[in-house]
């Protein structure tokens, strides 16, 4: 079964739009961590932020922002104020204490910023 | 710190071939993994490492090897190669093996077997 799923295979938006991607998640352990990760098209894998399971709070950094819920198992990201430099796959993943480290990959959110 | 590094960056193979995809890192992690990226299909672990001299497989191991000789290095070994192994290819490092820990990913090797 599927452990991460990111719905929206692409999304675009004109710039100074906010967006919202989505990441529901499965997983049966009480302790894991959320990321999420953005590849831009020259293809490096950039970390962007951690979330642990027991810190459900909110995060914002600059223009981004996490909504963590458990209640619904997702982990959502959302942009303000896109720029045309947000356009890459954005990758939502998790880790499960039980699984020594392994990353489970959602299949990524193509985003492109429309100038 | 150069972080991760991979090498090559590009190859091209011919069914049943033979290759290694070099990964180091500088920052004394003890955690290596190497994935593959597919279209559509996000990423997949292939192998990793908790240490030198301990391996283990992933979702995806056949057709690679691996080994960890030393804590700096985890080479991915394609014994004889075949186009369903046509991907990009990433190794990643981390610092924690114990706990759940982020993991920091090399520039990718793009291999296409023909």
């Known amino acids: 079964a599927q452990k991460v799923t990111q719905a929206q295979t692409e999304i675009s938006v004109v710039e100074k739009e906010d967006v919202t991607l989505d990441c529901v998640y499965e997983?049966?352990?009480?302790?894991?961590?959320l990321f999420w990760y953005k590849q831009p098209p020259s293809g490096e894998l950039v970390f962007l932020i951690r979330?642990?399971?027991?810190?459900?709070q909110n995060e914002i950094s600059g223009r981004y922002s996490w909504n963590f819920q458990k209640s619904t198992s997702s982990f959502n990201f959302t942009i303000t104020a896109s720029q045309v430099v947000d356009s890459a796959v954005y990758f939502c993943?998790?880790?499960?204490?039980?699984?020594?480290?392994?990353?489970?990959f959602g299949t990524g959110t193509s985003l492109t910023v429309i100038p | 710190n150069a972080g991760v590094t991979q090498t090559p960056k590009f190859q091209v193979l011919k069914t049943g071939q033979s290759m290694t995809l070099q990964c180091a890192q500088d920052?004394?992690?003890?955690?290596m993994s190497w994935y593959r990226q597919d279209p559509g299909m996000g990423l997949r672990l292939i192998h990793y490492?908790?240490?030198?001299?301990?391996?283990d497989q992933g979702e995806v191991p056949n057709g690679y090897n691996v080994s960890r000789s030393t804590t700096e290095d985890f080479p991915l070994r394609l014994l004889s190669a075949a186009p369903s192994q046509t991907s990009v290819y990433f190794c990643?490092?981390?610092?924690?093996?114990?706990?759940?820990?982020?993991?920091?990913f090399g520039p990718g090797t793009r291999l296409t077997v023909l």
């Open positions: 990643a490092s981390s610092y924690s093996v114990s706990g759940v820990d982020t993991q920091y």
């Open positions: 997983t049966r352990d009480t302790t894991y961590y």
């Open positions: 979330r642990n399971s027991f810190d459900e």
């Open positions: 490492s908790v240490g030198a001299g301990i391996t």
């Open positions: 920052m004394n992690h003890e955690y």
């Open positions: 993943a998790l880790s499960e204490a039980i699984s020594s480290n392994q990353f489970y």
